[in-house]
């Protein structure tokens, strides 16, 4: 059984860790992007088995957990690969920036062998190669030097880059650096897909598994992927909307990733903004509410 330690670097109060205001009005902090990182790659990886996984971080993000208790966590689990997923600064407004890797100075050979095709993959996928970007760097950092496995820390591209943040604040970008870890953590681990897996690219699924983690229920048939009666009828209730309490803050985050906002679950005026423009484009009644008809244009079905 392959053990994955995987972690999102930072928490979502950790001092100075956030976008460049000037290039995010909303300073989104290093820990959403690295942590919808880190979801993506569970998500993926729920197609194969022969593996168990690990998150070191405070999931939640309120808590930064320390750097020792991260590696004491990830050795005493013993796990066969560490996976570190970090956003960078350093360019202060300017251009360019880039993917980096990072193993120890005195990395072994299986480290880097690791290193090496995460960044190769990552460049594939994303093509965030940069000017400001070394690919494949080494370093006295705690969590490679520390962790008794193999460990690859990924800064996913510069965020206070003028190049960058407009690409690292994208879910699509997020998707292809979860896509790129992925494919090589199951060449690796030499993982096998599950029988009947539901695909990644299937978002009734995902949107079946939101609607459940917020209390709806597809008695029926459960989380399927598949549209139907049952699908219908909860979409008419799971109405995501500009509210004081943010009642469906699961199903509100895919609505922010479908119109193309920071997807921190709560449905604010920027979220009901790029929601009406969404229903323009689509032809709907734009009046900011996601309803069973704006469901059917997110998911694409009729």
Same mark, same amino acid.
């Given at each position: 059984m392959f053990k994955l330690a995987l972690n999102a670097g930072h928490?979502?109060?950790?001092?100075?860790?956030?976008?460049m205001k000037s290039l995010d009005?909303?300073?989104?902090r290093e820990w959403a992007l690295n942590s919808r990182i880190c979801e993506k790659i569970e998500s993926l990886l729920q197609e194969y088995s022969g593996y168990e996984l690990m998150r070191l971080d405070d999931k939640s993000g309120e808590s930064d957990i320390p750097l020792r208790q991260r590696t004491n966590t990830a050795n005493g689990f013993g796990a066969d690969f560490y996976l570190s997923i970090h956003h960078n600064a350093g360019i202060k407004g300017g251009i360019g920036g880039g993917i980096e890797t990072y193993v120890y100075t005195?990395?072994?050979k299986e480290s880097l062998e690791w290193q090496s095709d995460l960044y190769k993959t990552l460049l594939e996928k994303t093509g965030l190669k940069g000017n400001r970007s070394n690919g494949r760097r080494k370093a006295?950092?705690?969590?490679?030097?520390?962790?008794?496995?193999?460990?690859?820390?990924?800064?996913c591209g510069y965020m206070d880059s003028k190049t960058d943040v407009p690409i690292i604040l994208s879910d699509d970008f997020a998707a292809k650096v979860a896509e790129a870890c992925v494919e090589v953590i199951v060449k690796k681990a030499a993982l096998k897909k599950k029988a009947n897996s539901v695909?990644?690219?299937?978002?009734?699924y995902f949107w079946q598994k939101a609607a459940i983690k917020d209390g709806f229920k597809f008695s029926k048939y459960g989380a399927d992927g598949k549209w139907?009666?049952?699908?219908?009828?909860?979409?008419?209730?799971?109405?995501c909307?500009?509210? +004081?309490?943010?009642?469906? *803050?699961? @199903?509100?985050?895919?609505?922010?990733?479908?119109?193309?906002?920071?997807?921190?679950?709560?449905?604010?005026?920027?979220?009901k903004t790029a929601v009406m423009a969404f229903q323009i484009k689509n032809k709907l009644l734009a009046d900011g509410i996601v309803g +069973?008809?704006?469901?059917? *244009?997110? @998911?694409?079905?009729?």
């Amino acid at each position: 059984m392959f053990k994955l330690a995987l972690n999102a670097g930072h928490g979502k109060h950790t001092q100075g860790k956030r976008c460049m205001k000037s290039l995010d009005k909303t300073e989104t902090r290093e820990w959403a992007l690295n942590s919808r990182i880190c979801e993506k790659i569970e998500s993926l990886l729920q197609e194969y088995s022969g593996y168990e996984l690990m998150r070191l971080d405070d999931k939640s993000g309120e808590s930064d957990i320390p750097l020792r208790q991260r590696t004491n966590t990830a050795n005493g689990f013993g796990a066969d690969f560490y996976l570190s997923i970090h956003h960078n600064a350093g360019i202060k407004g300017g251009i360019g920036g880039g993917i980096e890797t990072y193993v120890y100075t005195a990395a072994l050979k299986e480290s880097l062998e690791w290193q090496s095709d995460l960044y190769k993959t990552l460049l594939e996928k994303t093509g965030l190669k940069g000017n400001r970007s070394n690919g494949r760097r080494k370093a006295n950092l705690h969590e490679c030097r520390e962790s008794k496995m193999p460990c690859v820390l990924i800064e996913c591209g510069y965020m206070d880059s003028k190049t960058d943040v407009p690409i690292i604040l994208s879910d699509d970008f997020a998707a292809k650096v979860a896509e790129a870890c992925v494919e090589v953590i199951v060449k690796k681990a030499a993982l096998k897909k599950k029988a009947n897996s539901v695909s990644y690219e299937n978002k009734i699924y995902f949107w079946q598994k939101a609607a459940i983690k917020d209390g709806f229920k597809f008695s029926k048939y459960g989380a399927d992927g598949k549209w139907g009666s049952e699908c219908e009828k909860v979409a008419q209730k799971a109405v995501c909307k500009k509210r +004081l309490t943010y009642k469906y *803050k699961n @199903l509100t985050k895919l609505v922010q990733e479908a119109v193309g906002v920071t997807a921190d679950g709560k449905f604010g005026l920027k979220t009901k903004t790029a929601v009406m423009a969404f229903q323009i484009k689509n032809k709907l009644l734009a009046d900011g509410i996601v309803g +069973l008809e704006s469901w059917k *244009k997110i @998911l694409g079905v009729k």
